[in-house]
């Protein structure tokens, strides 16, 4: 009764807090936050999006007074559980993105929301990055990196977060705000809570006082080791404000909340080489290991041979061989200041490589090349997701990572490699960060039945004895305790290690209301409760692991759900009542359906490829099947697409004049309609003077046909005629595909779920291009990159128009290019045909200053969209303007519909870029 007294008065008291609108309630939303990286779940009572350090100052305060358990959330690609609650879940909004770069990128102060490679990105152009480099970084967020202290793959030990910590900005339980970059905030810290800090200093001279224990916390700091609070804190530092801070660093959220991080940063080499090559097995390979750490190389990944099995393909350009599965490679990274210490470095190395014992074999010898360099890193990168890909129905994948002494580094994988057969894990993986001997297992996991369940508890039980006990090793080099660890800390620290943490905990939390259960544990089943079910939901999406990975690419990411979000939605559903899936449904229409962009950008981030908006577009057309009207809708556009166009046309005069006359008819939230587009010509000659030596087809998609530009945007002709004057001033004789307004590349039924009419049409148009262009011997044109990307695998050869205006047009003209900064926006289609390299290039030649708003990926116009689900679009969009320079006046693009969302959220005109080129550039002589 009392905990629901406690409960109803926190509700009670929130409506201060927060608006509504950020508490999220229902229990579809409710399920989709109800798992992270990881292979446990549990589903919150609420969760908050907070916007503001003093929203969650206040939401601290309440829940301390309610004895109300919160868990703090970042991007949630914890792999241990460390992100989940039955509780309160308490996310950030896109608030919380402020970089900082300090010092001439000596130093960076990133709030909890920034995402670690966009830290890199802004840090790039001086040369510098943050030492902890996770594979997830395209993904994790700065408040998670640090809360776990995740290392990654260069990062080791000595560029992680605790030991490239400057400052700390926090929260703790009490509601306290520290900042230890004001001295103004540490004094009154100091102040208010002396009694805390002494009590912390009495804790580390109690640590000092104890030479067996101090001796043993420095034995357990001699490898990679995450597992548990970083008690090492209360030996490398006496001032208790930093030892509190350093506590901070890998605490997963249970000793308060990170709203700030200021990090040293490390260099970028200037000079970098990658090689990969061959050992017979591990123990050659980890004897070489000692002699290339002193070499000062920056990574060695260790790939068993099962791992080199499962990437086969991505090995196909190195060898034909079959990997025995008793091979080894290791992927060896060398950084230096410039080209001749490379070389001398590659040149020893090399020949180290060569002289050893037992020679390696070179699958690729040392490679300054960019992409030769990240071909080879996309080897190690995908041995986690291979296996994802091929797990049975219904299982999930486990990684664990631990780290063993250098010198026992190849007994070690032998014995873990022998563990994981004798419990059944043939398809099992071990690959890892060699020089600190930490290395992750990979294998799939069922928890459907009992006796699944006491396999994984065995197996788990036997890897605590391997590491803990016959080489004393560490749990956890770099992926935090979380749940699954939790419950041998006592195996890894021993009673006095254990007291301690408990302490520190009570100090720090001592109504243990911060992610409980987490870390410290009393039950030792821990592992084994709260474990996730993944039953099938359909063929394109059931290779899901709930990485996350998608997430930041996903336009509706902050308004609904995220790709990741809609899968395991539907995944929890399939465990609750029938009245909770009816509901669940029900809220599905809006939030995974109708909601979601469908332009697949998810799957340029998914490490096993899952594209979700094409699984959404066979939701919708499943849907289609089940209606009357709208089938036979499609048919008639279909048959008659001029038609259709034209009252499409009709339709978006009459609302420009009730934008301008009467507003108060339409949807407020409706974008500025366009005005109608010219009507093309059927064909447009070359320029009197200039002379032909090229001909072109060129196709007017549906949305150029339906949409112009304002003459008040400098746009005094249509894109076709823009096209066509650039054409000329290249000598190239520009022909308009005939009848082109029945054409259509069927994009508008298939994102509808017609597939069939998307089908037929596309098919009609390849026929008439093949046919404009005699057989492929003319380039053909499309004038969007959404069409073009339909028309990619079309007999004749198609040519997205950025591409054709790079590869034909631009090298025939001079180019006097702007001054000022240049707004660029990527289409999804653009990213998916080229990952945008044609519009990027074209975009340099017309200006050196090209600026890519950071975190805009999809807009999410998405053909109509924009029109029928504006918030989509404007939540897209929300950082744009504020990402753009005051100075970027002009901006760019290549899909006319995108362009409308864009000039709507970002005060400037956005247009095709051909408009500037044209507008920069003369014939050249």
Not at 363 to 392: H, M, T, Y
Not at 638 to 664: K, T, V, Y
Not at 748 to 754: A, E, I, L, V
Request: net charge negative; glycine share 6%; proline share 5%.
């Amino acid at each position: 009764m009392r905990a629901q007294q406690q409960w109803q008065q926190f509700e009670q008291q929130l409506a201060s807090v927060l608006p509504a609108s950020r508490c999220v309630r229902d229990l579809a939303r409710r399920l989709a936050f109800s798992t992270d990286a990881s292979f446990y779940h549990k589903v919150p009572k609420l969760v908050l999006q907070v916007a503001t350090l003093a929203e969650l100052q206040a939401i601290v305060k309440l829940a301390q007074s309610c004895q109300i358990a919160l868990t703090f959330r970042a991007a949630g690609t914890s792999l241990s559980g460390q992100a989940i609650s039955d509780s309160v879940l308490v996310i950030l909004t896109p608030d919380w993105q402020r970089v900082e770069i300090l010092e001439q990128g000596a130093a960076v102060r990133l709030q909890a929301g920034v995402i670690g490679a966009e830290a890199n990105r802004q840090l790039a152009p001086l040369g510098r990055k943050i030492g902890p480099d996770p594979a997830s970084i395209n993904s994790c967020k700065v408040a998670g990196i640090a809360a776990n202290n995740a290392s990654g793959m260069c990062c080791g030990v000595k560029h992680n977060s605790y030991h490239t910590l400057q400052h700390l900005s926090f929260v703790l339980a009490d509601g306290t705000h520290v900042d230890t970059a004001d001295a103004d905030s540490v004094q009154a810290f100091r102040k208010s809570h002396a009694q805390l800090l002494e009590q912390l200093a009495a804790l580390a001279q109690q640590v000092r006082d104890d030479a067996d224990f101090s001796a043993a916390i420095t034995q357990q700091y001699r490898l990679k080791n995450t597992m548990g609070y970083g008690l090492n804190a209360f030996l490398d530092f006496t001032d208790p404000l930093d030892i509190l801070t350093h506590l901070f660093i890998g605490s997963e959220g249970t000793l308060g909340f990170i709203e700030a991080i200021t990090y040293r940063t490390v260099a970028v080499p200037a000079a970098r080489a990658t090689g990969l090559y061959l050992f017979a097995n591990s123990h050659a390979a980890c004897a070489m290991i000692p002699a290339l750490r002193e070499s000062g190389v920056d990574a060695v990944e260790f790939m068993d041979g099962r791992s080199l099995q499962s990437v086969a393909h991505l090995l196909a350009p190195y060898t034909e061989q079959q990997m025995p599965a008793q091979a080894v490679a290791l992927l060896i990274d060398i950084g230096r200041a410039d080209e001749v210490e490379l070389q001398q470095a590659t040149t020893a190395i090399g020949a180290l490589l060569a002289a050893a014992e037992v020679a390696a074999q070179p699958l690729c010898a040392f490679s300054q090349d960019a992409e030769r360099s990240a071909a080879l890193w996309n080897i190690r990168k995908g041995l986690f997701p291979a296996v994802g890909a091929v797990r049975a129905s219904g299982t999930t994948v486990v990684i664990e990572d631990v780290a063993f002494p250098l010198e026992q580094l190849a007994d070690a994988v032998d014995d873990l490699q022998q563990l994981l057969l004798e419990h059944g894990y043939s398809e099992a993986i071990i690959f890892g960060h060699a020089l600190d001997g930490n290395v992750h297992f990979v294998f799939t996991q069922s928890f459907n039945t009992d006796a699944e369940v006491q396999r994984y508890a065995d197996f788990m039980a036997a890897v605590n004895h391997l590491v803990t006990e016959r080489y004393r090793g560490t749990l956890k080099a770099e992926h935090g305790t979380g749940r699954n660890m939790a419950p041998y800390l006592y195996a890894q620290w021993g009673g006095k290690g254990l007291a301690l943490m408990q302490q520190l905990k009570q100090l720090l939390d001592p109504q243990g209301i911060l992610n409980p259960g987490v870390i410290l544990n009393d039950d030792p089943l821990a592992h084994l409760q709260d474990l996730k079910q993944l039953p099938a939901v359909a063929d394109p999406v059931d290779a899901c692991i709930e990485c996350g990975f998608c997430e930041p690419q996903c336009p509706s990411l902050n308004y609904t759900l995220s790709p990741r979000q809609r899968i395991a939605l539907l995944r929890r559903a399939q465990h609750r009542s029938a009245s909770e899936r009816a509901q669940i449904e029900r809220d599905f229409q809006h939030l995974g359906i109708d909601s979601c962009a469908a332009t697949g950008l998810c799957a340029t981030a998914c490490p096993v490829g899952i594209n979700t908006g094409e699984w959404v577009q066979q939701l919708r057309a499943e849907q289609q099947t089940q209606r009357t009207l709208a089938p036979a809708v499609a048919k008639w556009t279909q048959a008659h697409l001029g038609s259709s166009l034209a009252i499409a046309r009709f339709a978006l005069g009459a609302g420009r004049q009730l934008q301008r006359f009467a507003p108060a008819l339409l949807p407020k939230d409706l974008p500025r309609l366009p005005p109608l587009a010219a009507a093309a010509k059927p064909s447009t000659e070359s320029r009197a003077g200039s002379v032909v030596t090229d001909k072109a087809i060129y196709f007017t998609t549906c949305p150029n046909r339906l949409f112009g530009y304002d003459s008040e945007q400098g746009n005094a002709q249509s894109l076709p005629a823009t096209v066509a004057e650039l054409c000329a001033k290249a000598g190239i004789e520009l022909q308009l595909l005939s009848h082109s307004a029945e054409h259509c590349c069927g994009q508008p039924w298939q994102s509808k779920g017609f597939p069939a009419q998307a089908s037929s049409k596309r098919e009609q148009l390849e026929v008439a291009l093949w046919q404009a262009s005699e057989q492929g011997r003319y380039p053909v044109i499309i004038d969007a990159s959404p069409c073009a990307l339909q028309l990619q695998h079309a007999q004749v050869k198609t040519y997205e128009l950025s591409e054709f205006l790079l590869s034909y047009v631009a090298p025939k003209l001079d180019l006097t290019p702007l001054s000022e900064p240049l707004a660029l926006h990527v289409t999804c289609s653009s990213r998916h045909l080229d990952n945008g390299r044609a519009l990027r290039q074209l975009a340099q030649l017309c200006s050196s200053q090209v600026v890519e708003p950071p975190s805009v990926k999809c807009c999410g116009f998405a053909g109509d969209k924009g029109f029928t689900t504006p918030e989509l679009n404007a939540s897209a969009l929300a950082p744009l303007a504020r990402e753009l320079p005051a100075a970027c006046q002009h901006a760019v693009s290549n899909s006319r519909t995108c362009e409308i969302g864009l000039t709507e959220h970002s005060g400037r005109a956005y247009q095709h870029i051909a408009f500037l080129l044209n507008q920069i550039s003369t014939r050249s002589a």
